[in-house]
């Protein structure tokens, strides 16, 4: 996640508590994603910014604690999958996000011994749309996406 934040700095940030699910059918070429973050887990590297984010102003945790994206829709190419389309909810207002894959890759875990998908997507949403407002010309409406995650199929 990349919060342009604090007049002409990029300020990246991660949620460390996300639990989720993919389903993946490459020969129907379909699947769905369901994705669950915990919004107090957020961490930017400077406790005090976190705070700030974590409250009214930006994420509302207290009243909006998690975050969530689910799809429906996956688009192929060929034998991989390259977009996501669904609708993530944020501070209680839910939007439509297309998720893009950057990268996408199936295989052994050479650690795990299991199969896994590993695969990279960005978004970038406006933060205005979810009702975040605070400090506009200050802090830059759009937000970017960026998402890492690793799958072991069950």
């Not at 102003?57 to 669904?86: H, N, R, S, W």
């Not at 990279?120 to 759009?142: L, W």
């Amino acid at each position: 996640m990349n919060l342009p934040i604090w007049a002409g700095s990029t300020t990246r940030g991660l949620f460390h508590k996300t639990t989720g699910a993919a389903t993946l059918d490459f020969a129907a070429k379909k699947g769905s994603v369901e994705v669950v973050i915990d919004a107090n887990s957020l961490d930017t590297a400077f406790a005090k910014r976190d705070n700030h984010l974590r409250g009214e102003d930006f994420f509302d945790v207290a009243k909006y604690p998690t975050i969530t994206y689910k799809a429906d829709q996956i688009e192929f190419d060929g034998d991989l999958p390259t977009k996501a389309k669904g609708q993530l909810t944020l501070r209680g207002v839910t939007k439509p996000v297309t998720l893009t894959f950057s990268r996408f890759k199936c295989g052994e875990h050479p650690v795990a011994k299991k199969h896994y998908c590993g695969a990279d997507a960005t978004a970038t949403i406006n933060r205005g749309d979810f009702g975040i407002s605070a400090y506009q010309g200050a802090v830059g409406e759009e937000v970017k996406l960026s998402i890492a995650v690793e799958a072991a199929r069950e």
